[in-house]
């Protein structure tokens, strides 16, 4: 199947040597790719039982024999896929063909590339080998193992002439009147390309290491690391692993609220250490570059990535706070780019965790205006405040009516319970005051910019221009306030951004502030009746 239709432009001659292309399969290392893959999967699931030890001494045959099974099978399956993987690269389409069962034919038009990411693994890299993805700036309807366009693996040297050539067309010089689509790319080494017109924006320091804990990556691995225990059965050894069962006897004599603070700290602790070591590996040789059109991000130590964004697609920046980061002093920055989702994860990035002071600066060069970073919210006056207030305290409220008709009629309530609710309360106060804090709009000529949130804040800076549709909406309890919410309409970023309960009679002159004539046959009707 051709993924899109054949372009007006392609003349028969084009055609006809595209035919001629031979056919070429993958690296034949991709065979070594698969099944050591498959091991480093399995071998901390073999680990648990070989460190705290088995009831039975054959049980520690069945882990091996599962290893050695799933390496077979991956071999296996590693050869039928390269058998049956085959591409090539033509003067008009780039076609990848694959499948066994079900064969499928991939067909891109060389005019509508816009993306080339190579990504390098560890293995990858010992190995001199890489994974190359194309893709188009558009989202695709089906999921990404069906209808990606992956090449893994190719031999690292072929890379850069191989991504030069099939990105000439989308990173030509545009023409006076016309927009390029965006491209993201990425790069095996670690070291940022440069030019002489390359302006550093900022570089990895080790300091922002210590906004890693402030995340929940730590809790997150942690959690799955215990999940992964209790799917495969292994917490009966934890259980029965006797200098285990001797530490908890040892610990539960000294009570549920020592016991409890142990357990904290020690999550506490192990969950800071595992979100350091991620985000050094991840983040660790950090730069960002620009060339005048390009935003270049390059980071990684053990898997490196060079993500090149195209600023002719360039529709803004979202500034991310979560409450603990906030509290910190840090921040994180990503890109809103036209065709690139904003679930891509790191394919917008272009400041991790990282001190609000330095994202800030960057942002204010990302988008050549240092007054949008400290352009002041409007607040949205008293009915979005009392919302917050409302909806943070019905719960709590509930929960305290509750206690107290028990404690009247039934039995009383002891003391820890009322210092508990208090608490909560307290908390539910706090939040509904910071997310009040946290909301607001501006509109600085050209761009829209709006923030909410308090657990996980963000400032979205959104260009006008790439606004493509505006609408007011307005729930039932939103009606009886007299607020409304604000949707403005972008094939950018999370494809759409929103101000949130914003008085309703200025809904539809904000749109017009931003957008001229985009509001003002609304402006004396009101919302959609």
């Not at 065979?31 to 893959?37: G, K, S």
């Not at 990035?349 to 060069?365: G, H, K």
């Not at 939040?431 to 600085?444: C, N, S, W």
Request: a positive charge; hydrophobic letters at 50%; glycine letters at 8%.
């Amino acid at each position: 199947m051709n993924a899109y239709p054949p372009q007006a432009d392609e003349s028969a001659a084009a055609l006809g040597h595209h035919v001629q292309v031979p056919w070429q399969n993958l690296d034949r290392r991709m065979l070594l790719i698969y099944p050591v893959e498959a091991a480093l999967r399995i071998l901390p699931i073999l680990a648990i039982p070989i460190i705290f030890g088995t009831r039975e001494v054959n049980s520690l045959w069945l882990p091996i024999a599962g290893v050695v099974a799933a390496c077979v099978v991956a071999v296996i399956a590693g050869s039928i896929r390269w058998a049956t993987t085959k591409y090539r690269i033509g003067p008009v389409y780039v076609e990848l063909r694959r499948g066994v069962f079900q064969k499928k034919l991939l067909s891109v038009p060389r005019s509508r590339i816009r993306s080339v990411d190579v990504q390098a693994r560890v293995l990858h890299r010992l190995l001199g080998m890489a994974k190359v993805s194309i893709g188009t700036g558009q989202q695709s309807s089906g999921t990404w193992e069906s209808n990606s366009f992956e090449l893994d693996a190719l031999p690292a040297e072929v890379i850069p002439a191989l991504r030069a050539e099939l990105l000439a067309h989308a990173l030509a010089p545009p023409a006076p009147d016309s927009s390029l689509e965006w491209s993201t790319s990425t790069a095996v080494t670690t070291e940022p390309t440069s030019a002489p017109n390359t302006t550093e924006l900022a570089h990895w320091q080790w300091s922002w290491v210590r906004y890693a804990p402030f995340s929940l990556t730590g809790i997150v691995a942690i959690a799955a690391a215990v999940g992964a225990v209790f799917q495969f059965g292994l917490s009966e050894h934890l259980v029965d692993a006797e200098h285990l069962r001797d530490a908890a006897q040892s610990t539960a004599q000294l009570g549920l609220l020592i016991l409890v603070i142990i357990g904290a700290v020690g999550l506490l602790v192990t969950s800071s250490i595992v979100a350091c070591v991620r985000y050094l590996v991840t983040f660790g040789k950090l730069h960002v570059n620009d060339t005048g059109r390009a935003l270049n991000v390059s980071h990684g130590l053990l898997q490196t990535k060079q993500s090149t964004l195209d600023r002719a697609r360039l529709r803004g920046t979202t500034l991310r706070e979560p409450l603990l980061l906030r509290l910190a002093g840090g921040a994180r920055l990503n890109a809103i780019m036209t065709g690139v989702s904003a679930e891509t994860g790191h394919a917008s990035l272009l400041m991790p965790q990282s001190p609000r002071v330095e994202t800030r600066r960057v942002m204010a060069a990302v988008l050549h205006d240092e007054g949008l970073a400290q352009v002041p919210l409007r607040e949205h006056g008293p009915a979005a405040r009392r919302r917050r207030y409302v909806r943070a305290l019905s719960l709590p409220v509930a929960v305290l009516v509750a206690g107290l008709v028990i404690h009247m009629s039934v039995q009383p309530l002891p003391v820890l319970a009322w210092v508990a609710a208090v608490l909560v309360t307290a908390a539910a106060i706090w939040v509904a005051h910071d997310r009040y804090r946290g909301l607001g709009h501006a509109v600085a000529p050209g761009w829209l910019i709006t923030s909410s949130g308090s657990l996980d804040r963000s400032r979205d800076t959104l260009a006008a221009a790439g606004i493509i549709g505006w609408t007011v909406r307005q729930s039932f309890f939103q009606r009886r306030a007299g607020v409304a919410t604000i949707v403005a309409a972008t094939p950018a970023g999370t494809g759409s951004y929103e101000v949130v309960d914003i008085p309703v009679d200025q809904a539809w002159a904000l749109v017009e502030a931003v957008t001229p004539g985009g509001g003002d046959v609304w402006i004396n009707r009101g919302p959609a009746s």
